[in-house]
């Protein structure tokens, strides 16, 4: 791993032009800014095509032979396939509106990281081979053959694009760079390219059912070490079921949740609150993951992964799901799932059987936003809470992107956020909600051999906190993401250090009171509660 320069270095961003156009700039893969090639065997594990060790540094990527025929044909079957791949091959008149918007070009300075130029690493093959005016003018029409160094160039910046959309959101065409970019991804699987970071989670899912290959006894074993946590903290004794038939709603969340802290913290808010509630509820060591890895290789890929979920749902006979923090597990649910997978036809429209709410938004998914599901709670009156538990925290809102942007949800946690924290302050305006900035190691990038790209891609978010950390004594970022728990902890360390991170429901569990709670003295990290303090500083 190469070593991290210091922020004062990495700050220090040239955004100069290159001497030479872009189509005669070879690319450099630089060390810290990729993640390490796949394993053959995660590869083989799901069938995956040309599975072999290769490395990114290496001048031979041990191709097959007919490589170029392999991407031809690929970019034909998605052609046809896909009409907005067609539609944003054409349209684009590379106006510049994205240019400045991508977090890892204000990051890198590195022109290939604009939205624009990026795609124009593929459309500038497509017209070669696929239009007229490529085929007769070249260069001239932006046009330029398909070579190994293009391919090498394709698999740099592919992989150095998290598909968060902040582009989008300014294009006046409303070209979605992330199809682009999955697209992109999707051809270079055909080769075998595929980053570990991305393969290995995939293979454990599809093997396991989860992205961290988690057996059914270590999901119930983590989960046991959390009840013990929440029983010293509240004084209560959980009991959650697991795979039980029959049960009114099945809840998922991503792996993260199970696994490491911050995520623990969320994980444990989610069974404080259930339990409060008395919900009618089942946990899965199956389907043992909202998110999906698969999404970051191939649609048929995501798709297979999905499937579980719901498949999950019919063999337990739950009546709809609940899901847990996440990012892009929403934006497969809300924009793809029922093209894929759909329609769930066999599960009810979700009712929450607390508030009697009917979640017409998910009539077709089936499937409810804990965020959602919570801020319905507290408008309903439904919730005991004591935001002045969370009064050691100066709390900031990172949207996730996928959450934000992929499902237009931009409400929902700030309304329960203001009724379980007192201190709320927002970041600058053009660097939230839908404009929201990305965490920069999101869609399988969030390694530890690329930590110079994280960095850089997690500047401009990492600034726009350090601006309400410094203004307005923030010392805690929140966000429902699983990805963004895992990734914005280093982030925050390095640019902005004394600011943590943790999900919605740590917030809303150190807020919530439970039916015969004993007195808390922490909040669920084991720090003492304002209240206690109080108390210890008054006694002596």
């Known amino acids: 791993m190469a070593k991290l320069p210091k922020p004062e270095e990495l700050s220090k961003i040239d955004y100069s032009l290159p001497e030479t156009g872009w189509m005669d700039t070879p690319v450099v893969i630089k060390e810290g800014m990729f993640c390490h090639g796949s394993k053959p065997k995660s590869l083989e594990i799901v069938g995956f095509p040309n599975p072999r060790d290769w490395r990114p540094m290496d001048a031979d990527w041990k191709l097959p032979e007919n490589w170029k025929q392999i991407l031809l044909e690929g970019i034909a079957e998605r052609l046809e396939k896909y009409r907005s791949f067609r539609l944003f091959m054409d349209i684009c008149v590379r106006c510049g509106a994205c240019a400045d918007k991508c977090h890892f070009f204000i990051g890198t300075g590195d022109p290939k990281n604009m939205p624009v130029l990026r795609a124009e690493l593929i459309r500038s093959v497509y017209r070669r081979e696929f239009t007229v005016a490529g085929k007769i003018l070249g260069k ?250 969370n009064d050691h925290l100066t709390v900031t809102w990172h949207d996730s992107c996928n959450v934000a942007r992929g499902m237009g949800m931009l409400e929902e946690p700030r309304y329960v956020l203001r009724n379980v924290v007192n201190n709320f302050v927002e970041m600058p305006e053009d660097t939230i909600r839908e404009k929201t900035f990305c965490c920069g190691s999101g869609t399988g990038l969030n390694a530890s051999e690329d930590m110079d790209l994280r960095m850089k891609g997690g500047y401009p978010r990492a600034n726009a906190v350090k601006y309400v950390a410094d203004h307005h004594g923030v010392n805690m970022l929140g966000n429902v993401c699983a990805i963004d728990r895992a990734s914005l902890k280093a982030l925050m360390d390095y640019w902005v250090p004394g600011v943590g991170v943790c999900g919605l429901h740590e917030l809303v569990a150190n807020a919530l009171i439970m039916t015969g709670e004993k007195e808390r003295t922490t909040d669920l990290r084991g720090e003492p509660l304002p209240s206690a303090s109080a108390k210890e500083e008054k006694a002596s």
């Open 140 to 389: 001239m029409a932006g046009a330029r053959e398909l070579t190994l160094d293009v391919l090498k160039e394709w698999w740099y910046y592919f992989f150095q694009c998290t598909e968060c959309r902040r582009c989008s959101v300014f294009c006046p065409y409303g070209i979605d760079q992330a199809e682009i970019t999955m697209i992109g991804r999707e051809l270079l699987n055909l080769l075998g390219l595929n980053i570990e970071w991305i393969a290995g989670p995939v293979s454990n899912c599809y093997m396991k059912g989860n992205h961290l290959g988690l057996e059914p006894h270590t999901i119930v074993g983590n989960l046991e070490y959390m009840l013990d946590d929440i029983e010293t903290v509240t004084g209560k004794r959980i009991k959650p079921t697991f795979n039980r038939k029959g049960a009114e709603i099945l809840f998922v969340t991503p792996s993260g949740d199970l696994f490491a802290d911050p995520g623990t913290y969320t994980a444990m808010g989610y069974l404080m609150l259930f339990e409060e509630l008395g919900l009618d509820y089942t946990w899965s060591t199956y389907a043992s993951e909202g998110g999906n890895f698969g999404f970051f290789t191939s649609n048929e890929m995501a798709k297979r992964l999905n499937s579980k979920i719901y498949a999950e749902a019919k063999r337990l006979g739950v009546k709809w799901i609940l899901g847990g923090e996440c990012g892009h597990m929403w934006r497969v649910l809300s924009q793809y799932m029922d093209t894929w997978n759909g329609p769930a036809d066999f599960l009810e429209v979700p009712k929450s059987p607390i508030t009697g709410t009917v979640f017409e938004n998910a009539k077709s998914m089936k499937m409810v936003h804990v965020a959602e599901f919570t801020a319905d709670l507290i408008k309903n009156n439904k919730l005991k809470l004591d935001p002045k538990r």
